[in-house]
């Protein structure tokens, strides 16, 4: 987002350097004495039009460049926006290449490539469904917006829990600049773009991002030092953006990402039964994050590219808008499941007790993505009617292939299983606003949804022993499933003051039907029908104390009919898709962003999500490693246990953000430093509660100290300072197996602007 400000340069590094959730546009009438001590205006698309987040009847999260720039500088990937903003929780099983979000408590934890996801992520307008895509590397980013609640009345995609929204710089719009920054394990973080004006409203802009890390996990098991977790990740965009007249635009966009690096790396009995406190290697051993003791071979291996065509034309009372994208991905990933060395079969096993070897490997050959939205939307400003509508389609050809292997460092697979699922959405979409003229502005909208899936899995070749019980190769199986809905929503927002508006928002949400079958250990294919959410919010934004504070506070509730549920791993290392009857959620959402002295920036986030599945016919299989499950279990029936009540897994209660900066000008720049912190309360991994397979808290913060002028920046920099230690997910059908948060990363970073 652009700023305009008449200010010195010396404030404009007061305001850049302090951590606010957004850039925004300054307000022209402003004194630009007071300006350096007042909180900024903030400019969001949530709506597909540039408002200011306070007129904005939708509960908006934003995360800015500046901030971006802290949580990025020690090599992260999209899941550093975990809590970010309230609500937002972001986590993998397969490491930087397949990140699951859930916002409010709604998500995802399964854990196959063709996993639905109740989240979109917008990439420039553009949908990633796929998880591999929705991994694609934050680099040369205008904004980031986090947009909870059901949404799609505005959008191509519909989602029923969210979006989040990642807008580029686009040509024309922003300056050159490259950094690059060194840290611990030898971590590189390099950034760049260059910004080529071709007169005219014309322009090119090329930006890249540069990611490494050695390897720095040792496997006690072989005789080489640190085995795993190091990374190569390498991502390009080209932007070209043509003005053919004054009316018309044609952006041409390619982008292209190219990851090689470890698996996500599991850690046998990383919990000792009746606990979840994280050990060592030895039982009852302080946890030591660099050491694992793995027997399996582990690789992964990620490729993707996009190709868009953006046109907007403008017709005078419309304007007419375009956009057509394709994705192409595949990726080639295996680890080391059971997360151990060997098995009670075997003369040596460890960490504890590892019943069996698990070793497979999920690939995707080929995966095409294409999208096509044509919209058009009013260009009156003011009081009136505004209004926009469009037509939205989607087709997705995906194909997996899974491989489970006899022993752990096989390069021949025992068994090989295939799917293939192609999916195709067509929507219909549109909005009505109306503004009164006297701080009122009410608005409504509806989508037309119509989803279908053609799937088919088979498991063509199997030479495992017959007593495993998989039972030989499964023939191929077959599967269709549509649904057409109607979603809609009804918002209203109200100027009560200058400082203050208010706003409420009730909204219905949609999930398509979904179909899983990994027939690598099964030999059933399982359907979840359409879930259907019904959401409301309220909430208040004001600003305050001669706009020195920001203070915005939402409320919400949402119900959900035949909640889409996975219900990972149990007694193997499969996943079954169910419906709940009902889920429910309720929440606070409060964020505040404040300037009490000058020099000085303040921000916070917090969120209370209570989140409870609601039906009593429902059970799921507990965890076949030796975990104490806390839930009454089905009569008659061992290991089968009810979730009539539970929390959703991977929803915490609590989440809390907050940042501080503080600055003060030296020669012809300034001195700063920034602290940003993320705490989350307790977790549930899986649809069960268990004591072994969840998390208490995780408390993550980063500080970062340097000098900067209009043109450089030089700063030394701590991600994860305090060396937090939490477990992030498990593995439930082997033995106690679990993975855990980013380690503590010091580093140096320098930038230059041009």
Same mark, same amino acid.
């Given at each position: 987002?652009?700023?305009?400000?008449?200010?010195?340069?010396?404030?404009?590094?007061?305001?850049?350097?302090?951590?606010?959730?957004?850039?925004?546009?300054?307000?022209?009438?402003?004194?630009?004495?007071?300006?350096?001590?007042?909180?900024?205006?903030? %400019?969001?698309?949530?709506?597909?039009?540039?408002?200011?987040?306070?007129?904005?009847?939708?509960?908006?999260?934003?995360?800015?460049?500046?901030?971006?720039?802290?949580?990025?500088?020690?090599?992260?990937?999209?899941?550093?926006?975990?809590?970010?903003?309230?609500?937002?929780?972001?986590?993998?099983?397969?490491?930087?290449?397949?990140?699951?979000?859930?916002? /409010?408590?709604?998500?995802?934890?399964?854990?196959?490539?063709?996993?639905?996801?109740?989240?979109?992520?917008?990439?420039?307008?553009?949908?990633?469904?796929?998880?591999?895509?929705?991994?694609?590397?934050?680099?040369?980013?205008?904004? +980031?917006?986090?947009?909870?609640?059901?949404?799609?009345?505005?959008?191509?995609?519909?989602?029923?829990?969210?979006?989040?929204?990642?807008?580029?710089?686009?040509?024309?719009?922003?300056?050159?600049?490259?950094?690059?920054?060194?840290?611990?394990?030898?971590?590189?973080?390099?950034?760049?773009? +260059?910004?080529?004006?071709?007169?005219?409203?014309?322009?090119?802009?090329?930006?890249?991002?540069?990611?490494?890390?050695?390897?720095?996990?040792?496997?006690? =098991?072989?005789?080489?030092?640190?085995?795993?977790?190091?990374?190569?990740?390498?991502?390009?965009?080209?932007?070209?953006?043509?003005?053919?007249?004054?009316?018309?635009?044609?952006?041409?966009?390619?982008?292209?990402?190219?990851?090689?690096?470890?698996?996500?790396?599991?850690?046998?009995?990383?919990?000792?039964?009746?606990?979840?406190?994280?050990?060592?290697? %030895?039982?009852?051993?302080?946890?030591? &994050?660099?050491?694992?003791?793995?027997?399996?071979?582990?690789?992964?291996?990620?490729?993707?590219?996009?190709?868009?065509?953006?046109?907007?034309?403008?017709?005078?009372?419309?304007?007419?808008?375009?956009?057509?994208?394709?994705?192409?991905?595949?990726?080639?990933?295996?680890?080391?499941?059971?997360?151990?060395?060997?098995?009670?079969?075997?003369?040596?096993?460890?960490?504890?007790?590892?019943?069996?070897?698990?070793?497979?490997?999920?690939? +995707?050959?080929?995966?095409?993505?294409?999208?096509?939205?044509?919209?058009?939307?009013?260009?009156?400003?003011?009081?009136?009617?505004?209004?926009?509508?469009?037509?939205?389609?989607?087709?997705?050809?995906?194909?997996?292939?899974?491989?489970?292997?006899?022993?752990?460092?096989?390069?021949?697979?025992?068994?090989?299983?295939?799917?293939?699922?192609?999916?195709?959405?067509?929507?219909?979409?549109?909005?009505?606003?109306?503004?009164?003229?006297?701080?009122?502005?009410?608005?409504?909208?509806?989508?037309?949804?119509?989803?279908?899936?053609?799937?088919?899995?088979?498991?063509?070749?199997?030479? /495992?022993?017959?007593?495993?019980?998989?039972?030989?190769?499964?023939?191929?199986? %077959?599967?269709?499933?549509?649904?057409?809905?109607?979603?809609?929503?009804?918002? =209203?927002?109200?100027?009560?003051?200058?400082?203050?508006?208010?706003?409420?928002?009730?909204?219905?949400?949609? &999930? =398509? #039907?979904?179909?899983?079958?990994?027939?690598?250990?099964?030999?059933?294919?399982?359907?979840?029908?359409?879930?259907?959410?019904?959401?409301?919010?309220?909430?208040?934004?004001?600003?305050?104390?001669?706009?020195?504070?920001?203070?915005?506070?939402?409320?919400?509730?949402?119900?959900?009919?035949?909640?889409?549920?996975?219900?990972?791993?149990?007694?193997?290392?499969?996943?079954?898709?169910?419906?709940?009857?009902?889920?429910?959620?309720?929440?606070?959402?409060?964020?505040?962003?404040? &300037?009490?002295?000058?020099?000085?920036?303040?921000?916070?986030?917090?969120?209370?999500?209570?989140?409870?599945?609601?039906?009593?016919?429902?059970?799921?299989?507990?965890?076949?490693? #030796?975990?104490?499950?806390?839930?009454?279990?089905?009569?008659?029936?061992?290991?089968?246990?009810?979730?009539?009540?539970?929390?959703?897994?991977?929803?915490?209660?609590?989440?809390?953000?907050?940042?501080?900066?503080?600055?003060?000008?030296?020669?012809?720049?300034?001195?700063?430093?920034?602290?940003?912190?993320?705490?989350?309360?307790?977790?549930?991994?899986?649809?069960?509660?268990?004591?072994?397979?969840?998390?208490?808290?995780?408390?993550?913060?980063?500080?970062?100290?340097?000098?900067?002028?209009?043109?450089?920046?030089?700063?030394?920099?701590?991600?994860?300072?305090?060396?937090?230690?939490?477990?992030?997910?498990?593995?439930?059908?082997?033995?106690?197996?679990?993975?855990?948060?980013?380690?503590?990363?010091?580093?140096?970073?320098?930038?230059?602007?041009?």
């Amino acid at each position: 987002m652009r700023r305009t400000f008449l200010l010195s340069a010396a404030s404009l590094l007061a305001l850049t350097a302090a951590p606010a959730f957004a850039q925004a546009t300054g307000d022209a009438d402003q004194p630009a004495a007071d300006a350096t001590d007042s909180i900024e205006e903030i %400019t969001v698309t949530a709506q597909r039009r540039e408002e200011s987040l306070q007129d904005v009847p939708v509960s908006v999260g934003i995360v800015d460049d500046n901030t971006l720039a802290a949580i990025n500088s020690g090599g992260a990937d999209v899941r550093s926006l975990a809590g970010r903003v309230p609500s937002l929780n972001i986590e993998s099983s397969f490491g930087r290449t397949f990140p699951r979000f859930y916002i /409010r408590g709604l998500g995802n934890t399964d854990f196959d490539l063709n996993a639905s996801q109740p989240v979109s992520l917008l990439y420039d307008d553009v949908v990633l469904e796929n998880p591999i895509l929705k991994g694609f590397p934050v680099f040369d980013l205008d904004r +980031v917006e986090v947009l909870r609640g059901p949404q799609g009345t505005l959008f191509g995609r519909n989602t029923p829990a969210g979006i989040v929204k990642f807008d580029t710089v686009k040509p024309g719009r922003g300056k050159s600049f490259a950094k690059v920054s060194w840290g611990s394990y030898n971590t590189v973080n390099a950034e760049g773009a +260059v910004e080529v004006p071709m007169g005219e409203g014309s322009a090119f802009r090329l930006s890249g991002l540069v990611q490494h890390r050695d390897d720095w996990v040792d496997n006690v =098991a072989t005789t080489k030092k640190n085995d795993l977790e190091g990374y190569d990740d390498l991502a390009v965009r080209a932007q070209f953006k043509w003005a053919a007249s004054d009316v018309f635009n044609i952006r041409l966009s390619g982008q292209a990402r190219d990851y090689k690096g470890s698996a996500r790396l599991f850690r046998a009995n990383l919990f000792n039964t009746g606990s979840n406190k994280l050990q060592g290697l %030895t039982s009852g051993a302080d946890f030591e &994050r660099d050491k694992v003791y793995n027997d399996g071979l582990n690789f992964q291996r990620l490729r993707a590219y996009n190709g868009a065509i953006n046109l907007d034309y403008d017709l005078g009372p419309v304007t007419l808008y375009s956009i057509t994208s394709y994705w192409n991905g595949n990726l080639k990933s295996r680890g080391d499941i059971d997360g151990g060395f060997g098995n009670q079969f075997a003369p040596v096993m460890g960490p504890g007790f590892i019943p069996f070897s698990a070793q497979s490997r999920d690939d +995707v050959p080929s995966l095409d993505q294409f999208t096509q939205e044509l919209r058009f939307a009013s260009n009156a400003k003011g009081p009136g009617l505004g209004y926009q509508g469009g037509v939205f389609i989607f087709n997705e050809k995906l194909d997996i292939r899974s491989e489970d292997y006899s022993n752990p460092t096989d390069r021949n697979a025992a068994a090989v299983a295939l799917q293939r699922q192609v999916s195709d959405a067509f929507g219909l979409f549109g909005s009505l606003s109306y503004n009164f003229g006297n701080g009122l502005t009410l608005q409504g909208g509806a989508r037309w949804n119509h989803d279908k899936r053609d799937f088919k899995a088979s498991r063509p070749y199997d030479v /495992r022993p017959g007593f495993l019980g998989f039972g030989g190769p499964v023939p191929e199986l %077959t599967k269709k499933v549509k649904d057409s809905v109607l979603t809609w929503d009804a918002s =209203a927002v109200y100027e009560v003051s200058r400082a203050a508006n208010v706003y409420a928002r009730v909204a219905r949400g949609y &999930r =398509a #039907p979904s179909i899983q079958g990994r027939l690598l250990f099964g030999r059933d294919l399982s359907v979840a029908d359409s879930e259907k959410t019904m959401s409301y919010e309220a909430g208040v934004k004001t600003t305050l104390l001669d706009r020195r504070l920001r203070l915005n506070v939402g409320v919400y509730a949402f119900d959900t009919k035949d909640l889409q549920l996975t219900a990972v791993g149990g007694a193997s290392n499969f996943t079954t898709l169910l419906n709940a009857d009902k889920a429910r959620g309720r929440g606070v959402e409060v964020e505040l962003e404040a &300037r009490p002295v000058t020099g000085l920036s303040l921000t916070g986030g917090l969120s209370y999500n209570h989140t409870k599945i609601d039906d009593a016919g429902l059970f799921v299989a507990g965890c076949a490693a #030796p975990c104490t499950v806390l839930d009454p279990q089905r009569p008659g029936s061992p290991g089968i246990y009810s979730i009539d009540g539970n929390a959703l897994p991977q929803a915490p209660k609590w989440t809390l953000n907050w940042t501080a900066g503080y600055e003060f000008p030296v020669g012809d720049g300034a001195v700063y430093a920034f602290t940003d912190w993320y705490y989350r309360s307790k977790i549930q991994f899986f649809l069960y509660k268990s004591v072994e397979f969840s998390d208490d808290k995780l408390l993550e913060g980063g500080l970062r100290l340097g000098w900067r002028n209009a043109r450089y920046d030089i700063a030394a920099f701590a991600r994860n300072i305090t060396n937090d230690k939490s477990a992030v997910g498990g593995i439930d059908f082997n033995n106690l197996t679990g993975f855990v948060n980013e380690p503590r990363i010091f580093g140096v970073e320098g930038g230059i602007k041009f």
